[in-house]
């Protein structure tokens, strides 16, 4: 047994639809109908009528909904006491980070906060936990951390309700092509490639955040660009690392090159303003009216924020 699978459930309970609930579970359709099924397994019982539509719950499952709704509420205010037993993390801001902005972003964006911010105490107290988009967004939902920064694209939003949670613009970031120069300073690589001569291609991992955004950037293409899939990894610091051995091409976040951009190791691999695309970095928090203990740093730095939002 898993509370995710409780959970799961009782989302399915209130939406009546698979796909609507792995959409705001952040899962994929047959990845949360196989925790259903586990549950179900698990229980020895069909808790869900798959005769119907929309979904309802057998007989059993209203049953079991009734008390995995008890079972959740019970577990968070056992959280909620642990938590409130530590006074001494008051002045920790806890953040989840996908590991991308782990690396380029946060690092850079700290400095300026900590020395525009002004705190009674000092530099601000941070901890980070870089994982990857989903495991992210779930830490902030499930109440681990007090501040989620992920990016955000149109094509890909966060399923965040904005009853519950709000958010803040950090700014912008761009996704597009790059590679080794060579000795005369031009790519190793560059798109678009040729029918007989593919370019060989770094890629993210199917199902990670940017794999998803990348493949929007090679459907607006208008035009095949013959690229040869030679690795994959979840991180955009393994494909900056294999770009800069000379191994292929990457679609890499500009902040992740900027200094490898500098130095002329990596050069851009498309033409100016083509195969890119735009993402907005975002700062999440659940609304303070439904924290149970706010932290007071925490508050700050989100009025800081708000204060340079509205000043731009």
Same mark, same amino acid.
């Given at each position: ?36 099924? %586990?549950?179900? /397994?698990? +229980? &020895?019982? !069909?808790?869900?009528?798959?005769? @119907?539509? #929309?979904? $309802? ?118 996704? %597009?092509?790059? /590679?080794? +120069? &060579?000795? !005369?300073?031009?790519?190793?690589? @560059?798109? #678009?490639? $040729? ?118």
């Amino acid at each position: 047994m898993e509370t995710k699978w409780l959970e799961d459930f009782v989302s399915l309970a209130e939406t009546r639809s698979f796909s609507r609930s792995a959409q705001l579970r952040h899962v994929t359709q047959p990845a949360f109908s196989r925790r259903i099924q %586990a549950l179900e /397994a698990w +229980a &020895g019982v !069909d808790l869900v009528d798959r005769s @119907s539509f #929309p979904t $309802r719950l057998t007989p059993a499952g209203e049953t079991f909904h009734a008390q995995a709704l008890e079972v959740l509420d019970a577990l968070q205010a056992t959280r909620n006491l642990m938590r409130s037993h530590q006074a001494a993390g008051q002045d920790m801001v806890e953040f989840a980070v996908p590991h991308t902005l782990a690396f380029t972003f946060f690092p850079h964006w700290l400095t300026q906060i900590n020395s525009d911010l002004k705190l009674e105490s000092g530099t601000l107290k941070t901890r980070l936990t870089a994982l990857n988009v989903h495991d992210a967004v779930l830490r902030l939902t499930e109440g681990g951390c007090d501040l989620l920064i992920a990016y955000h694209h149109a094509s890909q939003p966060l399923q965040l309700s904005a009853e519950r949670y709000e958010m803040l613009s950090l700014g912008h970031e761009t996704l %597009a092509p790059y /590679a080794k +120069a &060579g000795p !005369d300073g031009a790519p190793l690589f @560059s798109l #678009p490639g $040729r029918a007989g001569a593919p370019v060989p291609f770094l890629g993210y991992a199917s199902g990670a955040y940017m794999a998803r955004l990348v493949d929007v950037i090679l459907k607006q293409a208008g035009q095949a660009l013959h690229l040869d899939p030679i690795y994959e990894t979840d991180m955009a610091e393994g494909l900056k690392a294999m770009a800069l051995e000379g191994h292929g091409l990457a679609f890499l976040p500009h902040s992740s090159v900027r200094k490898e951009l500098r130095a002329r190791r990596l050069v851009p691999a498309a033409p100016d303003g083509e195969l890119n695309v735009t993402m907005e970095v975002r700062i999440y928090r659940e609304r303070p009216a439904t924290v149970r203990h706010a932290k007071p740093a925490v508050q700050a730095l989100w009025s800081f924020l708000g204060a340079q939002v509205q000043a731009r």
